[in-house]
């Protein structure tokens, strides 16, 4: 009986799966150099990759992040850097046939007069609305899988006169997937979106030799929010280092601090 139910809950789960077919298809971060006054026209791309017709609805939120992983999607305004009150979207809900693929168009209304230089954003959530139809005929728990898309809308205005302002706020070296990683977490204090890589260069403590040099991925930063940027260093040997930390975002604009790193076998 019991082997039965985790079948049962298994064939609903994996058909929850198959079913979860709305895929965004133009990209999940959508940036705007802005003017005062003016408006700009973008777009949502959907497609039903599923065998069935789906609804889909899309609203607006404000978004921020944290180095600890932690993301936090609130109220249009929470954000004091909110531009969610700038963006219309043609319509908030649409239906889609198997397989069909459009487009929904949103607006952008920069105001007269934006508060300061720099970086607003909110985010487009594209959620599959599930039909839910109860039935007293079948036994059984009923699993579904919704998957949502946060498309992040970035509207950059005056950037002559705004920066991004990358802080080290913390260095921690941790087992990740049998990988000895740095784990860095950065944050912007800036007022201005980058996208900024870290680096880490390591040398020998009692001689001042280099070591090496070891490179994370790039990673969108909005202002006033942080993430962890890791760093495989799973090949330098256990001691303890002099090192120094470097972040540089797309324009070369380059934030340093030394630090002492100790690696440890375990």
């Known amino acids: 009986m019991i082997k039965r139910m985790l079948l049962l809950m298994f064939l ?6 198959l079913q979860a077919g709305i895929v965004v298809l133009n990209g ?60 219309k979207l043609n319509t908030n809900l649409v239906t889609l046939k198997a397989k069909e693929k459009t487009e929904v168009f949103y607006e952008i209304t920069v105001p007269s007069q934006p508060a300061d230089p720099g ?84 040398y020998n403590r009692k001689t001042g030799e280099r070591l090496g040099s070891y490179t994370s991925i790039a990673m969108g930063l909005l202002p006033q929010t942080s993430k962890s940027f890791h760093i495989d260093i799973s090949k330098v040997p256990a001691d303890l280092y002099k090192a120094v930390l470097i972040a540089t975002d797309e324009d070369d604009n380059a934030f340093a601090l030394n630090v002492e790193l100790e690696v440890k076998n375990d």
Not at 12 to 17: G, R, V
């Open 12 to 17: 609903m789960l994996q058909f929850s799966f």
């Open 28 to 87: 999940l971060t959508h940036s705007y150099k802005v003017e005062n006054g003016k408006v700009y026209k973008g777009k949502v791309a959907i497609e039903n990759t599923g065998s069935k017709p789906q609804s889909v609805k899309l609203f607006l939120q404000d978004f921020t992040y944290d180095a600890d992983g932690s993301i936090h999607y609130t109220a249009i305004r929470t954000n004091a850097r909110t531009n969610g009150e700038w963006i």
């Open 119 to 202: 970086s607003y954003w909110s985010v487009i959530i594209v959620e599959p609305v599930e039909d839910i139809k109860p039935s007293n005929d079948q036994a059984g728990v009923n699993i579904t899988s919704v998957i949502r898309y946060a498309i992040q809308v970035i509207t950059d205005y005056d950037t002559e006169k705004a920066k991004p302002d990358l802080k080290f706020e913390s260095v921690k070296i941790e087992k990740e997937e049998g990988k000895q990683t740095a784990k860095i977490a950065v944050a912007n204090n800036g007022n201005l979106y980058c996208k900024p890589t870290v680096s880490l260069e390591i």
